[in-house]
């Protein structure tokens, strides 16, 4: 083998292990942008749509989708050039973090829903319930009429 061979193996294993270093650099920063357990557990509020609203703020995934992305990237560059003995735990690691991320984002969004919803479903409360004590103050003056009617008749 020529020394030209053993460099270009050398550079290429370097170059296969600095790709490695890479994807698994990208994936902690974007395991490190996910929100922490207690930060979704734990919010405090004086109302239930507070309460929302602080749940909606810590699903914020942050630069994990961007990490992700380049942790991707880097995986496939590697791949392609075939630079990585094993690289199966990279690509469920990959997986792992981008289900994690996306169940994030869809929590986040479903909680966005709600949040919006709630206030409309207050005000569709405080209207039934403002129509039903009126209802209850109309059959109110019907049956006070009744009764006095019914004594102006007994009077008589």
């Given at each position: 083998?020529?020394?030209?061979?053993?460099?270009?193996?050398?550079?290429?294993?370097?170059?296969?292990?600095?790709?490695?270093?890479?994807?698994?650099?990208?994936?902690?920063?974007?395991?490190?942008?996910?929100?922490e357990?207690?930060?979704?557990w734990?919010?405090?509020?004086?109302?239930?749509?507070?309460?929302?609203?602080?749940?909606?703020?810590?699903?914020?995934?942050?630069?994990?989708?961007?990490?992700?992305?380049?942790?991707?990237?880097?995986?496939t560059?590697?791949?392609?050039?075939?630079?990585?003995?094993?690289?199966?735990?990279?690509?469920?690691e990959?997986?792992?973090?981008?289900?994690?991320?996306e169940?994030?984002?869809?929590?986040?969004?479903?909680?966005?829903?709600?949040?919006?919803t709630?206030?409309?479903?207050?005000?569709?409360?405080?209207?039934?319930?403002?129509?039903?004590?009126?209802?209850?103050?109309?059959?109110?003056?019907?049956?006070?009429?009744?009764?006095?009617?019914a004594?102006a008749?007994a009077?008589?």
């Open positions: 083998m020529s020394q030209s061979t053993l460099d270009d193996d050398e550079l290429f294993g370097e170059a296969a292990s600095e790709i490695r270093e890479d994807v698994e650099s990208s994936l902690e920063s974007a395991r490190a942008s996910l929100p357990a207690d930060d979704i734990d919010v405090e509020a004086d109302n239930t749509l507070g309460v929302l609203n602080a749940l909606r703020s810590a699903f914020d995934v942050g630069d994990a989708e961007e990490e992700l992305r380049d942790a991707k990237k880097w995986y560059m590697g791949e392609r050039a075939d630079a990585f003995e094993d690289a199966d735990d990279l690509a469920e990959i997986e792992t973090v981008g289900e994690l991320v169940d994030v984002e869809d929590a986040k969004e479903q909680v966005g829903d709600l949040a919006s709630v206030p409309q479903l207050r005000s569709q409360l405080e209207e039934f319930e403002a129509e039903s004590e009126a209802a209850e103050d109309d059959d109110a003056d019907v049956d006070a009429d009744a009764d006095a009617d004594e008749e009077e008589a």
